[in-house]
């Protein structure tokens, strides 16, 4: 009477506690997933602000360029700018470009792709832009208007830029050439710059083909490289902008990405940050916390667990003595005990549900062999692929493939008649077949077993014993082996077995009367 007392507080105990470390636990991380989704907000928002704030000085410049290359475009239409003196139509064509940001060369192209006008000096400098691809784009089309090209190299300056260029059409709408300025991709380098960044880090400035213009951090090798395909620049298009989180294709690290087109303009703009860098500070808080948390949790699990570790370690020591007494350690297959508790139950279900049990006994062929000749390791590893085979063979949780001892195995199948069980042992032969162990000298087709297969029906008129039934699939195993090995052979149906015992026990019987 006073162990349930005692069982009773030990339970109470025992749920008081898990349920306050669980409660603390809870608690706390709710509140670190408070602080959590405050860091990702803040993130955001510095990314949304950083954006914004360039993408502003970009569209304005980008603004200014397009401004001069209109005002070009227009003023070469006024009637006698073309006699003007050189430096006087300087000044008319060019007087707006001066408030452009790093403006590197401000050309008028004629329809032949030669400089004709050089805002650099009175004489222009010798280049032919025929093969430039805004030039032939100006040239199929009038309507293209503003035209930003993928960064290139300046044929004049040897400096990297980006191309802006409008089309110059001749009074009868045919094509008179190309006005072009170029800004200097140090425009985007010193506007970058300026944002300090985490490691892993970065702002991507991209045409909208894919082409990547500008990187922070500077990388001499991403400058150019087209990521056009890649999950995160098809986004960046289909979306025009946003946020989400995607792995790079440049270095797999994962980012969150605040995105934006540019205005108008096929220019798309990124900041990357992360994901490991937006929860650091936060990662650190948190291990602090966790830690003091798990502690004072460990130490209340410790004390009121105790009993349950117990009793778990004493139910998994039972658990395992009892598998070991049950399983074969080298192939891991039930043993000759499992075996005989299995096929005892299987016998008297088949005895009260009158359905058929199938035995099959296997050996592998010349097994001694191999042990001779190659060592007892090497044959059991040749044992346990055998063993894996054997298991692909069956399906059904009701069949069971044991190992009973040395190279012989048995295959229980219940409820199952003789046409289904020689399709499992043609189904052992198969999987058999393909066995290979290079140690041994076995390739695939080489090794072979041996079956022995013997089926109690469920029309018989009497059941006998399991052993029966075992003697009869090994006496057909015998017969498979003088018989030329690698083959099945099946015993005669156990009635007729049965049936025969009977008359010849009559026969004797009827002897010993007359006698």
């Known amino acids: 009477m006073r162990l349930l007392p005692s069982f009773d507080q030990s339970r ?5 506690g898990v349920l306050v470390p669980l409660g603390m636990l809870i608690v706390s991380g709710l509140m670190l997933l408070d602080m959590r989704k405050d860091a990702w907000l803040k993130a955001e928002h510095t990314s949304r602000n950083l954006l914004q704030v360039m993408e502003r000085d970009i569209a304005r410049n980008v603004e200014i360029f397009d401004l001069s290359l209109r005002a070009v475009v227009e003023n070469l239409r006024v009637p006698g700018v073309a006699e003007l003196a050189p430096e006087i139509r300087q000044l008319v064509l060019f007087d707006r470009a001066a408030s452009a940001k790093d403006i590197g060369v401000l050309l008028v192209i004629d329809e032949k792709g030669d400089v004709a006008i050089d805002a650099a000096g009175i004489a222009p400098r010798k ?19 503003l035209y930003i090209g993928t960064p290139l190299v300046s044929r004049l300056t040897g400096a990297r830029m980006i191309p802006l260029s409008r089309r110059i059409s001749k009074p009868d709408g045919s094509f008179g050439g190309v006005v072009l300025g170029t800004m200097q991709l140090s425009y985007f380098s010193k506007l970058l710059s300026q944002i300090s960044l985490d490691q892993d880090d970065a702002i991507n400035l991209y045409h909208r083909d894919g082409t990547r213009i500008m990187r922070h951090p500077f990388v001499e090798s991403d400058i150019g490289a087209n990521i056009a395909g890649a999950s995160t620049f098809d986004r960046f298009v289909r979306e025009g902008r946003g ?16 995105f934006t087109q540019i205005g108008d303009f096929p220019l798309i703009l990124n900041v990357a940050l992360a994901t490991k860098g937006i929860e650091a500070t936060w990662l650190a808080k948190a291990t602090v916390i966790g830690t003091v948390v798990l502690i004072l949790c460990g130490i209340n699990f410790g004390l009121s667990l105790l009993f349950v570790v117990e009793l778990r370690r004493r139910t998994a020591v039972q658990a395992q003595l009892t ?10 297959l039930p043993n000759r005990r499992r075996f005989d508790e299995a096929f005892a139950q299987a016998w008297e279900s088949a005895r009260w549900k009158r359905t058929a049990l199938s035995l099959l006994i296997i050996d592998a062929d010349h097994f001694k062999r191999i042990n001779d000749r190659y060592g007892h390791a090497i044959g059991d590893e040749v044992l346990q692929k055998f063993a ?12 069971l493939v044991c190992r009973v001892g040395g190279e012989e195995f048995v ?17 052992i032969h198969e999987e058999v077949s393909a066995l290979a162990a290079a140690a041994a000298g076995i390739t695939p087709g080489t090794f072979t077993v041996s079956i022995g297969l013997a089926t109690l029906e469920p029309e018989r008129p009497d059941l006998g014993a399991p052993i029966d039934l075992y003697r009869m699939a090994d006496a057909a195993l015998y017969e498979a082996k003088a018989g030329g090995r690698n083959q099945t052979r099946c015993a005669e149906p156990y009635a007729e077995v049965v049936a025969r015992k009977r008359t010849v026990l009559r026969v004797l019987h009827g002897t010993s009367a007359s006698t």
């Open 12 to 16: 109470r105990w025992l749920t008081l």
């Open 127 to 145: 280049a032919n832009y025929l093969d430039r691809d805004y030039f032939q784009a100006h040239k199929l089309r009038n309507d293209l208007g």
């Open 243 to 258: 946020t989400f989180i995607d792995t790079s294709v440049r270095d797999g690290v994962e980012r969150h990405y605040t």
């Open 323 to 332: 598998w070991m007494s049950r399983t074969d350690f080298l192939t891991g």
């Open 388 to 399: 894996l085979k054997l298991a692909a063979s069956v399906h059904r949780p009701e069949d």
């Open 411 to 427: 295959v229980l199948l219940p409820e199952t008649e003789q046409a289904g069980a020689l399709r499992i042992a043609e189904k």
